[in-house]
């Protein structure tokens, strides 16, 4: 095994009724854990998204409607998907920009507690993009030298990503750290929080917005000159989970400023009280 692991790895794919991460829902999730001792559990599960998949989609996946609706739903599957990856960092193709957010707006919207705060996020396919620019059937014909066969089954997705980071390791003698690897996976210079790429911290460590006319200022900044920003990202179709973000970003300034008003407000009182005792 070329990976340095000091707590388990989840290499997953999902496959879902479409692209789109606010609405779109799962129907597919398939995950490979990978542990320290290099050993292997798999879990894959077909999902009810509780809404009609498109024809489409179906073309793509093969999970026609009938059978996803025989399926439990992800409320139900929640329990088991939590408890299945633990504390482990995770890892897919595309999966910063996509898997991840859709995995972390399905958990909210069941509100079952999945923290993303303390894992690390190895995106395949960021990798790639950075040594080669291809897609993951590309990749697995360029590191592994085989054909994907059944591309666009979450279980053979998966396999093929693991296969795939492995072999990048391998050829570029990357750092095997996970968090080195994570690291790699960024897109950008700036650390992003909410993994739909919408909210960041730039160089001074600050809350920043990651997108749009306001992208590269910071959140405390703009809530002064233009208030309204925040409301419309709360009422807008964002993910949850930038939202939830967003929220306690605002909350921690908040708190920081009242903490700075309170402090000042006490050397005031220390200075009033030196005066008088003079």
């Not at 998204?49 to 489409?56: A, L, R, S």
């Not at 296969?163 to 050829?171: R, S, T």
């Not at 997108?211 to 993910?239: C, Q, R, S, V």
């Amino acid at each position: 095994m070329n990976i340095s692991l000091k707590k388990p790895l989840c290499v997953f794919d999902l496959e879902t009724t479409g692209l789109q991460i606010t609405k779109d829902r799962i129907v597919q999730i398939a995950i490979m854990k990978i542990l320290p001792d290099g050993s292997k559990k798999d879990l894959n599960l077909i999902v009810n998204p509780e809404m009609v998949i498109p024809q489409e989609v179906i073309d793509i996946h093969g999970i026609t409607n009938e059978r996803a609706a025989k399926s439990p739903t992800f409320k139900e599957l929640a329990p088991q998907i939590i408890s299945f990856i633990g504390d482990s960092d995770l890892a897919g193709f595309n999966s910063n920009k996509f898997d991840i957010p859709v995995l972390a707006e399905e958990f909210l919207r069941v509100n079952a507690k999945f923290d993303l705060s303390q894992r690390a996020f190895i995106d395949v396919q960021n990798i790639f993009h950075k040594m080669e620019q291809r897609t993951l059937v590309a990749a697995y014909k360029f590191y592994c030298g085989k054909t994907l066969e059944n591309a666009h089954d979450a279980m053979h997705d998966t396999i093929a990503t693991w296969e795939v980071l492995e072999k990048q390791i391998e050829q570029y003698e990357l750092n095997t750290n996970v968090q080195a690897l994570a690291d790699l996976s960024r897109a950008g210079n700036h650390k992003i929080l909410d993994m739909a790429g919408r909210i960041a911290l730039n160089e001074n460590n600050e809350v920043v917005y990651n997108f749009g006319k306001h992208k590269g200022k910071t959140i405390e900044n703009i809530a002064k000159t233009e208030p309204g920003y925040y409301g419309w990202m709360l009422e807008a179709d964002f993910p949850l989970y930038t939202k939830s973000i967003l929220r306690k970003s605002m909350e921690a300034i908040k708190e920081r400023n009242r903490e700075e008003e309170h402090a000042s407000l006490d050397q005031k009182l220390n200075a009033l009280q030196n005066k008088f005792k003079k």
